[in-house]
């Protein structure tokens, strides 16, 4: 198991390097709040079924955007929020770009970490995988192709869409394919959780342990299932480039093909480069969608 998070920066360091907010002072009236409204907007305007149970908790909950017709390629969306804030409800736009290409879109909610709760990294992970297990189930009631799954996540979401890529499906459940993600793409993602252990930012809430780290951190995983293409924004903090960097390096070009830091783009409106069709992230994912 790899170990890529070597040196030895300052707690102070690593939450300027994290705190997107500071970076991008903007964030809410520039991008989260035009999020939330274009979400309340498709909602209301495309065909979609919502709060779907795909497991026992009340966080539990997927949103289904279908394409029409039957066989669509599946994307399934995982939100950021340094798995401590946000929700699908804030990313329904991401889905219209998509269905109106007849692919079949996901969005998955997850129970969210806070100092005063008892969710657990761990226990993300594990809804993702429940999440991935009901999409491969059941999507084909929706429109869906359980057989061409493709996974995006943005940051935090990156983080998880990249685990979901390393999984051991059939140890999971013996009753699930070996690779039940076809191909993944981790936007602005999170691939080695030693550094946001260390950042007093963000370990309030999460308050990982250095087993969670080794466990919950896909560039210390030998290989991935499927195939992943690394994005972020050239604009982002130095220790996001390396995060990109980095899965590239510890899974290799076979499993990682595609690494690109996109000009011009800070860590929010790389988001917005996958719902616009002609965004560099959007035709990146359709190229998976269609492979």
């Not at 770009?97 to 970490?113: D, M, S, W």
């Not at 993944?184 to 550094?195: E, F, N, Q, R, Y």
Request: aromatic share 8%; charged share 15%; net charge negative.
């Amino acid at each position: 198991m790899n170990t890529p998070f070597a040196f030895n920066p300052s707690a102070d360091y690593l939450d300027q390097q994290y705190n997107n907010r500071l970076r991008v002072p903007d964030f809410i009236t520039e991008h989260v709040q035009h999020w939330q409204s274009g979400s309340a907007q498709v909602r209301a305007q495309q065909a979609c079924l919502l709060d779907v149970a795909y497991g026992p908790s009340a966080a539990e909950k997927l949103d289904i955007f279908p394409a029409g017709g039957s066989k669509q390629s599946v994307l399934v969306f995982i939100h950021g929020g340094y798995w401590r804030s946000l929700d699908k409800a804030d990313h329904s736009f991401v889905a219209p770009a998509f269905t109106q290409e007849g692919v079949c879109v996901v969005v998955p909610n997850y129970a969210l970490c806070s100092a005063q709760g008892s969710t657990t990294m761990e226990d993300i992970v594990l809804q993702m995988v429940r999440a991935l297990a009901w999409v491969y189930r059941n999507i084909d009631q929706y429109g869906g192709d359980p057989a061409r799954i493709t996974v995006a996540g943005h940051s935090a979401g990156g983080h998880l869409a990249a685990m979901l890529a390393a999984c051991e499906w059939e140890r999971w459940d013996a009753g699930l394919p070996r690779q039940v993600v076809r191909s993944a793409i981790s936007i602005s993602g999170l691939h080695d959780l030693a550094p946001i252990m260390h950042s007093p930012y963000l370990q309030s809430d999460l308050q990982l342990t250095p087993e969670q780290v080794q466990r919950c951190s896909p560039a210390y995983f030998a290989a991935a299932r499927a195939p992943l293409y690394a994005v972020c924004g050239a604009d982002e903090s130095d220790e996001f480039l390396r995060q990109n960097r980095l899965i590239e390096s510890a899974w290799g070009p076979s499993r990682v093909p595609l690494r690109e830091a996109l000009a011009g783009h800070n860590h929010f409106s790389m988001l917005e480069t996958l719902t616009k069709a002609t965004g560099r992230t959007h035709m990146l994912a359709q190229k998976l969608l269609q492979g």
